[in-house]
Every structure is written in C-alpha cells, then in structure tokens.
C-alpha cells in the first residue's frame, strides 16, 4: 500500500509543479482501506487504483509537450513512438540504480510486494523503483519540451521471431546527450540527511541507504 500511495504522492508534486490537476489526498484513504483475503486480490485492487490516478497523470503531463511527439497514452513493453521510448529507457538507468541498491542492502530483487513474482521478473526492483518514477519523470518533461519529429529515427527490428517491425527512438546524439543528464541527475544533491553523517547526500545515496532501511525494517533491525 506505501509503495502506491508514495509513488502517486510524487506525481501530486510534477503535477502541482506544473499547474496541473493533482489527485487530491482520497486516494491515500481509498488505499489503506483495502482489504481482501489473498495477497492476489489486495494487490488487483491496488493495481486497479493505481492504474486509473497513473493513466490522469501522464494523460496531463503528455500534454506539456510539443503536439509532434505528443503520445496518444503511455505504452511500456515494445512502445512504437520515440517519447514513449525515452520515458522506457530512463526508467530502466533507474532499474539498474535500484537493482543495485537492492543487492547492496542483501535483498532479493525477484520477491517484490506489489509487482507479483514471475519468472524473470525482478518484483522488487519493479516496486521499489515506484518511489522515484516521479524524478525521472520531471526531468524527461523539460528534456522533451526542446524536442521535434526530426530527433527521431525509425529502426526496424524483430517483434517475434518470425515477424519485424518499426520503432521510433531518439537519434543517437540526442540519447547520449539523455544519459548523460540523467547520470548527472543522480550525483545531485538533496537535503535529506544521511544515516550516518551528513545533512545532504546525492540521488543515487538517497536510493542506496532508503534500500538498507526498507531491509533493516524487514529483519527489524531497527536503526
């Protein structure tokens, strides 16, 4: 339940950041009086408040942006146009961020909470990326705010093993120029005070130490 209600907390903040319709505080009361009697049936509620507030969201926040590269909805998995795919490729940098927090702090990055365990799929990664997602998306609204239809480039690759197809991605100097801000993004510096010692830490710090206190709070090793 606190992975859906900080993840739509942190678009309430893009959205009020950029004058828009925010989601108001219900759903947090909306959350935490779910109940069920399987994990399964309490984690399809969750889904479904989560997918309904997630799709408001980016349909707003996809409005900011030129008319051009302007996304009908937010695809994932195989998405065709380039924004789509810009949106795809920052959130895996902070899939691997994540991953790696998650092993530093001895955690199983495959025996998630919210997202269910499937092979392959590393749940937890998947849950714990949602507290961030907010981050990515604010920075990519001004990366994609300067961009035009001639930024893209169509590649045509296989969809299944007996069928291709085409995808729109950002040119290649445009990617590099991406992945440079977002690892510059992760060595700022937020006020939030470290373990330890320290009043500020970087993006990257906040994620590695919010992973050992989410791990210390599973074993109650309480800090």
């Keep these: 339940k606190q992975f859906v209600i900080s993840k739509l907390e942190g678009q309430n903040l893009v959205l ?9 505080f219900s759903f947090k009361e909306k959350i935490e009086n779910i109940e069920g009697d ?3 049936n309490i984690r399809a509620k969750l889904h479904g408040i989560e997918g309904r507030y997630t799709k408001r969201y980016f349909d707003q926040i996809f409005g900011l942006l030129p008319e051009a590269i302007r996304p009908e909805s937010r695809k994932n998995f195989k998405a065709y146009d380039g924004t789509n795919n810009i949106f795809n490729l920052a959130y895996e940098v902070l899939s691997w961020k994540v991953h790696r927090a998650l092993i530093k702090a001895k955690l ?18 998947c849950d714990f990326m949602e ?8 920075l990519l609204i001004e990366f994609c705010r ?8 169509v590649k045509t690759e296989n969809q299944s093993r007996k069928k291709l197809g085409k995808r ?3 040119n290649n100097q445009l990617t590099r120029k991406l992945i440079t801000a977002l690892e510059a993004f992760f060595e ?4 939030i005070p470290r373990i330890k010692h320290g009043k500020r830490q970087t993006v990257e710090t906040l994620i590695n130490e919010e992973a050992l206190l989410f791990a210390k709070y599973l074993r109650a090793e309480y800090v």
């Design 16 to 24: 009020k950041k950029y004058g828009l319709r925010n989601h108001g």
């Design 38 to 40: 399987s994990l399964d």
């Design 108 to 125: 199983e990055p495959y025996l998630g909470f919210l997202h269910s365990v499937q092979h392959g799929k590393p749940s937890l990664v």
């Design 131 to 138: 507290l961030y997602r907010y981050l990515m998306d604010d």
């Design 146 to 153: 300067t961009l035009n239809s001639k930024d893209f480039i």
């Design 168 to 170: 729109e991605y950002l």
């Design 188 to 191: 700022t510096e937020v006020e």
